[in-house]
């Protein structure tokens, strides 16, 4: 198969990890006989510094004319007093809502010999593997009237049915792959859109009679989020909700640098990127962890390229290099060998 991918590294340590998962990427390629054509683009700071915006015409005509984007991360200190419109992240909000990608796809997964890293005991940390399923371009964030008033401020929060049936579509379709239970979170005890939110959820179930529902009011999700982790498997919410939820989510097994995630649309097309940002602390001294992007590049495998197979043998290699006693400076073990952004990204090839 052929396909095309716009690479668009951005900022800090967006620039190491990116390399090391095209190099991935391009071994995947050579192993089972695809290519893959990589478009480079700017985004971020780095492309405000280069063409003054954070997201040049260029690079979303590079990204329309691929069948997905894979990007590093945007932002650092030297942009942080730019005006609103000149910040890296206008980059990223934009080119999700340019695009539509509606569903923000994050998995969460202990790994094995890692649960060191995470905050949990290990009883609970261990049987982690959940799927967060936010929707991303409604609600809170975009809802108008949005502004400042004479003694305050008002922001909306409004959903249009078909906004909540398409993304509960997505948690369902995802549950059916992986352990057959969608978590719908909401405040329906309070909240009209959540209301709705639930209705949409009871009429979705009856075309998925071999999928489990729980529905749980997002105060409670937050609380069994760390009480019970092992009883999760897609959890499907809002805007607002799904950017505390899946940020919560994600510390549960260790590094910020082991997890990638998707922001995709329903015909395939998606953005994929490691969930930690640019690391300016670390940036350029090639010590980076690049699971997060090459597992990135696994989703992208699967859920744009529909190579499930190849996606698989990604994660298995990345999950072989620990198993093989190496690390990165991030999830450091006694007795592990601490290895490069671009020596894990090696080792990951080898293995592969
Ligand atoms: P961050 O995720 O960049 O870093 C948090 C901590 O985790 C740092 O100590 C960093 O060294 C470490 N870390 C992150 N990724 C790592 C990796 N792959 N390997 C090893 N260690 C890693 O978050 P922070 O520091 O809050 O933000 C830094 C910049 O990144 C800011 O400008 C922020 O706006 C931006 N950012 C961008 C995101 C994106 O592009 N999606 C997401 C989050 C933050
Ligand atoms: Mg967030």
């Not at 792959?177 to 405040?187: A, P």
């Not at 992007?293 to 992208?300: T, W």
Request: hydrophobic share 40%; proline share 4%; charged share 25%.
């Amino acid at each position: 198969m052929k396909k095309t991918v716009a690479v668009l590294h951005g900022d800090g340590v967006g620039q190491e990890v990116t390399e090391a998962a095209v190099k991935v990427l391009q071994s995947v390629g050579r192993r089972f006989d695809h290519t893959f054509e990589v478009k480079k683009g700017l985004i971020g700071g780095i492309a405000i510094d280069e063409t003054g915006y954070p997201l040049p015409k260029e690079t979303i005509d590079a990204c329309e004319k691929s069948d997905a984007v894979l990007l590093g991360a945007v932002g650092g200190p030297k942009w942080d007093q730019n005006p609103s419109e000149l910040r890296p992240e206008k980059g990223l909000l934009g080119i999700r809502k340019h695009f539509g990608l509606f569903a923000n796809l994050r998995p969460v997964k202990a790994v094995k010999g890692m649960s060191e890293a995470s905050p949990l005991k290990d009883h609970l940390s261990k049987d982690v593997d959940m799927m967060i399923v936010r929707e991303l371009t409604g609600g809170l964030y975009f809802g108008e009237p949005k502004r400042k008033t004479h003694n305050g401020a008002v922001d909306s929060l409004t959903y249009s049915r078909e906004e909540i049936e398409r993304i509960v579509e997505q948690g369902f379709e995802l549950a059916r792959l992986r352990k057959g239970k969608v978590t719908s979170v909401d405040k329906a005890n309070v909240l009209e859109t959540s209301k709705l939110w639930r209705e949409v959820v009871e009429e979705k179930k009856a075309h998925y009679p071999d999928v489990e529902v729980e529905h749980l009011l997002v105060d409670a999700a937050a609380m069994k989020l760390i009480t019970q982790p092992g009883s999760f498997d897609v959890v499907v919410t809002e805007n607002l909700f799904g950017d505390i939820l899946s940020d919560e989510a994600s510390v549960l097994t260790g590094s910020l640098g082991m997890l990638p995630s998707a922001s995709i649309r329903s015909d395939g097309f998606g953005l994929y990127e490691p969930v930690h940002g640019s690391a300016p602390d670390i940036a350029g001294m090639n010590i980076a962890n690049p699971s997060a992007a090459i597992l990135s590049v696994a989703m992208m495998l699967k859920y744009s390229f529909g190579m499930e197979t190849e996606a698989s043998a990604v994660e298995t290699a990345v999950y072989s290099v620990f198993d093989d006693g190496y690390c990165t400076t991030d999830v450091q073990k006694s007795g592990h060998r601490v290895l490069t952004t671009s020596a894990f990204a090696d080792k990951v090839i080898e293995e592969l």
